[in-house]
Every structure is written in structure tokens, then in C-alpha cells.
């Protein structure tokens, strides 16, 4: 299976400022089936971005992702307070779907 | 508006069953994959099992492959999850997650969870 590692573990910034989230994949990732969710403490995840760099329904365009391969980026342009929650990469291409262990996104 | 209501979760101990549900609404059931995914307390997401629309393609998890099976009742809006000799690894909050179009192992809707607990 494709094991995805998410970095760094924490990010500390403050409102206003960008945030640069990785992904790196064990292999390739077909297609670029990469998604990103967010998930803020007691919330079911949320999707953000599907197929590496597609916004979903609803999801500002201070967010955005990119890459290929094996690896991947979640950019946050300008860091709203609504903004800091935990980030979960998730690889969909290949069988079994797997996930990275998570960013944390805290306020500094 | 898309709605994915679990159930059945609880306090159960190690060997013993459980059966979980969830309950769709929003959306035309029978046109989507659904799935389980779980997060144990503090940690990630773990893709558990997935159903496509008809039933037709089924896959599991390694670690509850064998233990864990998956169903559902398109005539009822409902996806399952019957859950046998359970583990205390086991011990997480499950979502049920639907699956995008076009995309069956991308998740666009999630339920709030059910929260499973096994322990003596």
C-alpha cells in the first residue's frame, strides 16, 4: 500500500501569514488521485481538494494544492482564524486508500 | 442537503459484536459507493471498508478483513457495518463516508461518526 507522510507534524503561524503543507507519497500516486480534508476538534473531516490542485464545492480559493508523483502541497494563502484545524492528505488512486498521519495547524 | 447519520456504536468487550448504521439522505443512495472510516482516539484516519452502489465490488481493510463486513439496503437509504470478534484496536469513532461521482474512493460527505469502545 502507498504510505503518505504528511510535514511538518505541527505549524505554528499567525493569521494572516501562508501556510505550506507537505505530502510525500511511497510511490507514485496514479493520476494524481490526491485529496486534502480538514478537520477542526469534535467535526467530522471536510473536503478541500480533490484530484491534487481541484477546490471542492465551497471551499475559499485561499486554498489551493499542487504536485505530482510523489509529492504534494496544500497552500493556505492568507491564514484566517477558521483556518487552523488539523490537514489530512489521502491518496485515492491505488487500493487501499490511505492517509497521511495529519498536520496540526495551530495558532502561534 | 446531504445527511449521513451513524448508529450503533457503544461499549462492547473484546470477542463480542457490534453492528453499525448509517442513514443517508440528500442524495440518490443507489448511485454512490459508500464507506466505513475510522479514527481512533487522538490519531488519523483509517479507511476501514468500502460497498460500491450495487453491492457489487467490496474491499476491506487488512486489519479487519475476515472480522468486518460490510452491506447495504439501497431500498432503505442504509449502510452497514457488522463488526465481529472485536479487538481493543478496534476502539475508534467511525464515519460513514459517501463517495464522490466518478470517484468511488474519494469522500465528499461525512457523517458526525459513531463511537465504538471495546474494553473489558
Known amino acids: 500500500e502507498i504510505v503518505l507522510t504528511q510535514s511538518p507534524g505541527t505549524l505554528s503561524l499567525s493569521p494572516g501569514e501562508r501556510a505550506t503543507l507537505s505530502c510525500r507519497a511511497s510511490?507514485?500516486?496514479?493520476?494524481?488521485?490526491l485529496a486534502w480534508y480538514q478537520q477542526k476538534p469534535g467535526q467530522a473531516p471536510r473536503l478541500l481538494i480533490y484530484?491534487?490542485?481541484s477546490r471542492a464545492t465551497g471551499i475559499p480559493d485561499r486554498f489551493s494544492g499542487s504536485g505530482s508523483g510523489t509529492d504534494f502541497t496544500l497552500t493556505i494563502s492568507r491564514l484566517e482564524p477558521e483556518d487552523f484545524a488539523v490537514y489530512y492528505c489521502?491518496?485515492?488512486?491505488?487500493?487501499?486508500?490511505?492517509f497521511g498521519q495529519g498536520t496540526k495547524l495551530e495558532i502561534k | 442537503e446531504v445527511q449521513l447519520v451513524e448508529s450503533g456504536g457503544g461499549l462492547v468487550q473484546p470477542g463480542r459484536s457490534l453492528r453499525l448504521s448509517c442513514a443517508a439522505s440528500?442524495?440518490?443512495?443507489?448511485?454512490?459507493?459508500m464507506h466505513w472510516v475510522r479514527q481512533a482516539p487522538g490519531k488519523g484516519l483509517e479507511w476501514v471498508s468500502g460497498?460500491?452502489?450495487?453491492?457489487?465490488?467490496?474491499g476491506y481493510a487488512d486489519s479487519v478483513k475476515g472480522r468486518f463486513t460490510i452491506s447495504r439496503d439501497n431500498a432503505k437509504n442504509s449502510l452497514y457495518l457488522q463488526m465481529n470478534s472485536l479487538r481493543a484496536e478496534d476502539t475508534a469513532l467511525y464515519y460513514c463516508?459517501?463517495?464522490?461521482?466518478?470517484?468511488?474512493?474519494?469522500?465528499?460527505?461525512w457523517g458526525q461518526g459513531t463511537l465504538v469502545t471495546v474494553s473489558s
Open positions: 463516508a459517501k463517495a464522490a461521482a466518478g470517484q468511488v474512493n474519494l469522500f465528499d460527505y
Open positions: 440528500g442524495f440518490t443512495f443507489d448511485d454512490y459507493a
Open positions: 460497498i460500491s452502489w450495487n453491492s457489487g465490488s467490496i
Open positions: 510511490q507514485s500516486v496514479s493520476s494524481s488521485y
Open positions: 484530484g491534487a490542485s
Open positions: 489521502q491518496q485515492y488512486g491505488s487500493s487501499p486508500s490511505t
